[in-house]
């Protein structure tokens, strides 16, 4: 099997190293928007948190060393989308 990244998608830049952290990592869309911007930064890792009533969790998305991430946008129906894919991304979770 053969994937391939869609044409339009491009790579963030590796030379920017910024620092992602989140919390409320389930909350509204976060999750998403975080390992979004994960993948469109030349970011290693984000740290998210979540907790519910005292009890909860943080979160580590790290990139590996065979990850690959492209982003883009994308006009549909006339309204622009970003995209982004990635793989190769670890997830720890941990008590906090």
Request: with cysteine; glycine share 8%.
């Amino acid at each position: 099997m053969i994937i391939s990244f869609a044409d339009w998608k491009y790579s963030g830049n590796s030379r920017s190293r910024p620092v992602i952290k989140s919390g409320g990592a389930f909350k509204n869309d976060n999750y998403r928007r975080t390992v979004n911007m994960l993948c469109a930064t030349g970011a290693d890792s984000a740290t998210m948190k979540h907790s519910v009533l005292g009890t909860g969790h943080t979160l580590y998305v790290t990139k590996s060393r065979t990850s690959i991430s492209l982003a883009g946008k994308k006009n549909v129906a006339g309204k622009d989308y970003s995209f982004c894919s990635y793989r190769d991304y670890y997830l720890d979770i941990n008590p906090i």
